[in-house]
């Protein structure tokens, strides 16, 4: 099959985990052992979050008296891109001898009249206390939301419409490569008034990427692995229920948090919805359970059923 399989930003840097190197490498090569035998039987496409990484870079950025103004976050977004794709690239490189993998940087066009750019939603950067949190919002200007039992910042999230470099990505699966794309949903991009690329500041939701590449790669599967083995309703709650197989329309009766799973049930809805396939919301550890319908919440058209069966590929 070809799979599109999107990292959560949380599964490669956990929560409360101290964001340097040598942490963030280890986890990348924790995930890449559970990836790298999925990809000895299928087409593989990765993806990954950014959220934690960016918010690192931001602090750095903002906190460097040298400069006249922070680096932007489509900027941000690159070097992220680059130095995670840095990693996953060297790691399944060394976990798949012989095996071509490339990392590549990619633009994802946003609409510059997106509702996004006055109502901030996507986390980025470490978590804090709610005092903590305000007072750095009062210090730098920031938004700060809710994210569980912690807080932390929201920048604009713009719903991507159109990976720039899919075709290139379609060249790179048809040479049998590993395909790393699309870092943290891709450097958010629009076309201005002389209809030429320009970056916005702005972090694109991953998942929603995710979805949107799978789509134009004509995808069999879509796996959105993170750090939580299932959707539940009334999560972190006594009464907290899990979700296995589902449809998109059971799915989307259901109310989820706008700011974490509630794109994660948009994406993987929408790419049911508009190719018939199968995605799925899942730990990271449990891929290849998840991919045969044994573990995670599975979304298929006609819910609790067998899971698509493998098809023949377009180039």
Same mark, same amino acid.
């Given at each position: 099959?070809?799979v599109?399989?999107?990292?959560?930003?949380?599964?490669?840097?956990?929560?409360?985990?101290?964001?340097?190197?040598?942490?963030?490498?280890?986890?990348?090569?924790?995930?890449?052992?559970?990836?790298?035998?999925?990809?000895?039987? *299928?087409?593989?496409?990765?993806? *990954?979050?950014?959220?934690?990484? &960016?918010? &690192?870079?931001?602090?750095?950025?903002?906190?460097?008296?040298?400069?006249?103004?922070?680096?932007?976050?489509?900027?941000?977004?690159?070097?992220?891109?680059?130095?995670?794709?840095?990693?996953?690239?060297?790691? $399944?490189?060394?976990?798949?001898p012989?095996?071509?993998?490339?990392?590549?940087?990619?633009?994802?066009?946003?609409?510059?009249?997106?509702?996004?750019?006055?109502?901030?939603?996507?986390?980025?950067?470490?978590?804090?206390?709610?005092?903590?949190?305000?007072?750095?919002?009062?210090?730098?200007?920031?938004?700060?939301?809710q994210?569980?039992? *912690?807080?932390?910042?929201?920048?604009p999230?713009?719903?991507?419409?159109? &990976?720039?470099?899919?075709?290139?990505?379609?060249?790179?699966?048809?040479?049998?490569?590993?395909?790393?794309?699309?870092?943290?949903?891709?450097?958010?991009?629009?076309?201005?008034?002389?209809?030429?690329?320009?970056?916005?500041?702005a972090?694109?939701?991953?998942?929603?990427?995710?979805? $949107?590449?799978?789509?134009?790669?004509?995808?069999?599967?879509? $796996?959105?692995?993170?750090?939580?083995? *299932?959707?539940?309703?009334?999560?972190?709650?006594?009464?907290?229920?899990?979700?296995?197989?589902?449809?998109?329309?059971?799915?989307?009766?259901?109310?989820?948090?706008a700011?974490?799973?509630?794109?994660?049930?948009?994406?993987v809805?929408?790419?049911?919805?508009?190719?018939?396939?199968?995605?799925?919301?899942?730990?990271?550890?449990?891929?290849?359970?998840?991919?045969?319908?044994?573990?995670?919440?599975?979304?298929?058209?006609?819910?609790?059923?067998?899971?698509?069966?493998?098809?023949?590929?377009?180039?």
């Amino acid at each position: 099959m070809r799979v599109v399989v999107a990292l959560g930003g949380n599964a490669l840097l956990r929560r409360e985990e101290r964001p340097d190197a040598a942490v963030q490498l280890a986890n990348i090569r924790a995930a890449v052992s559970v990836l790298a035998p999925l990809a000895s039987e *299928h087409e593989l496409v990765i993806t *990954h979050g950014n959220g934690p990484q &960016v918010g &690192v870079l931001a602090l750095q950025s903002a906190a460097d008296r040298s400069l006249t103004s922070p680096y932007p976050f489509d900027v941000l977004g690159a070097e992220t891109q680059g130095m995670i794709g840095y990693w996953l690239l060297q790691s $399944l490189q060394n976990a798949l001898p012989g095996r071509q993998v490339c990392a590549l940087l990619n633009q994802t066009l946003v609409s510059a009249a997106d509702p996004a750019f006055t109502d901030p939603a996507k986390f980025v950067g470490p978590v804090y206390d709610r005092t903590e949190a305000e007072c750095l919002a009062a210090e730098r200007g920031w938004t700060v939301k809710q994210d569980g039992g *912690h807080w932390r910042r929201v920048v604009p999230s713009p719903r991507p419409q159109r &990976v720039v470099e899919t075709r290139l990505i379609r060249l790179l699966l048809a040479s049998g490569a590993i395909a790393v794309c699309a870092g943290g949903g891709g450097v958010p991009v629009i076309r201005d008034g002389r209809g030429e690329l320009t970056g916005v500041e702005a972090v694109v939701d991953k998942d929603l990427t995710a979805a $949107l590449l799978a789509e134009a790669l004509d995808a069999d599967a879509l $796996l959105l692995l993170t750090d939580v083995p *299932h959707v539940s309703l009334h999560y972190g709650t006594p009464g907290a229920e899990r979700i296995g197989q589902t449809t998109p329309s059971a799915l989307r009766a259901q109310q989820f948090p706008a700011g974490s799973m509630g794109p994660k049930v948009d994406a993987v809805c929408r790419f049911v919805e508009l190719t018939g396939g199968m995605a799925a919301i899942g730990a990271l550890e449990d891929a290849q359970a998840i991919l045969d319908g044994a573990a995670g919440t599975v979304v298929t058209p006609g819910g609790p059923t067998a899971i698509p069966a493998t098809t023949e590929h377009r180039p």
